[in-house]
């Protein structure tokens, strides 16, 4: 193996590493782990520019400004946000003091907040350059995802083993962040994609080689104990998009591997029984019969005290409800610019109804949160970002390896059920996360949406 060829495989370990460091750093708060891991993002850009000077490289920065465009404009948004700054935010009175301003210009609640936010988003865009310069080989991206699904195993199984052993919760100590159960599903149903498709991709490639020892087979215990994280985790949404997944690859792989209605009408009666069980463990409603029944998976999986309540479901949904509304009132009052990056905790108590009580640090909906933040305009343009990032295919000379379709199929659902959860929670507001979500989205090329092979019936020539 060449050192050129090698490199691309270095780099996958040292973008894991540094992701799964920050997953283990998380501790208790959410932002940190935010400092080391942009500064080690800066230090692999320089390397990285450096080594393509040194190999000659003809694109020794390679840009394309169907996302650089838009993405320039949203650091610019934040960074006038932060300079015009309205308040000055005071820890130790937790007050907002007021300061002199530009009201005509984009403006923040805090300012120091608001630069915090301004660096993350920089460090999130370090991490989609670096995945999209050197994961491009198949290997690259297989040892990067082998090592992301072995680090959340590990996590998952303290996540098991942390309510059984003496005295209960001893290991969350080691779970830093994603002691919240929500935080923590949305992390396993992220790696339960990716270890699912990958695992496929691995196995077809066995069998097409006749190799049946390849490392991607252990994707597949480790999906297994991923899903079992989730369900004993206590998630009700977690567990749902959890089963959602799983229904995705059995509808899938039926529907390619069917050749009589018989195995078709099994694979979509599976499927439909993961989907009823995932309603029921969210709304827990349909019938008393099934609900008791679910109680009882739930006992078998977490050992521990049912979850699945429905006053506790109703009373959540009426406060995401009242929160929402008082979001809304947030967004009419500064539409165009929102209220600043990141400060939705500072500026929500002032719009917070009195009979509301408790502190929102978030809004537990990322979409009205982003509009509130940063406004309809830089709403626009990260959606217009985000889509470019995903869809813009790079230029011919950096494409490297083209993605299968079963990989594809993998970041799709892992983004997915990151955008699932972002519907009732903040799992983009934990930058362990959030650099997850933009390395994949680097990962992917451009290439996510090519064709729909996966889905098609196999033919009796690629089974010999």
Known sequence: MSSGSLMPIVAAILISALLSGAIWCSGASEHGPQVRVLVCLGGMVA?????????????????????????????????????????????????????????????????????????????YAAAFWLARVWLNDRRARLTFVILQVACGTVMAVLVISQRSLPPPGALYLFTGAFINPNHYAAYANILLALALFWGLDCSADGWRRGRLGHAGWLLFPAAIILFTSVLRSGARMGAAVSLLVVSVVVIGFGLRMARNRWRLILTLGAAAGLVLLAAVAVWDKPLNTISRAARSLQQLFGNVTPRLDGQQVQGNVASRWAVNRAVAGMIVDRWATGVGAGTFGLAFPYYQPHSMSGFYRHAHNEYLQCVAELGILGSILLLWAACAMVLARPKINYLGQALSSRERWGIVLALGCLGLHAMTDFPLRLPALAFLMMTLVGLSRGQLFNDNSWMKPVSHEQTR
């Open 47 to 123: 390397v990285t520019l450096l080594v393509r000077v040194l190999r000659h490289e003809k694109n020794i920065f390679p840009w394309d400004w169907r996302w650089g465009g838009p993405l320039l404009g949203l650091l610019a948004l934040v960074a006038i946000q932060a300079v015009n700054a309205s308040h000055h935010f005071l820890p130790g009175s937790e007050a907002l003091v007021p300061q002199n301003h530009f009201h005509w210009l984009p403006r923040s609640v805090d300012a120091a907040t608001t630069f915090g936010a301004l660096l993350l988003l920089v460090g």
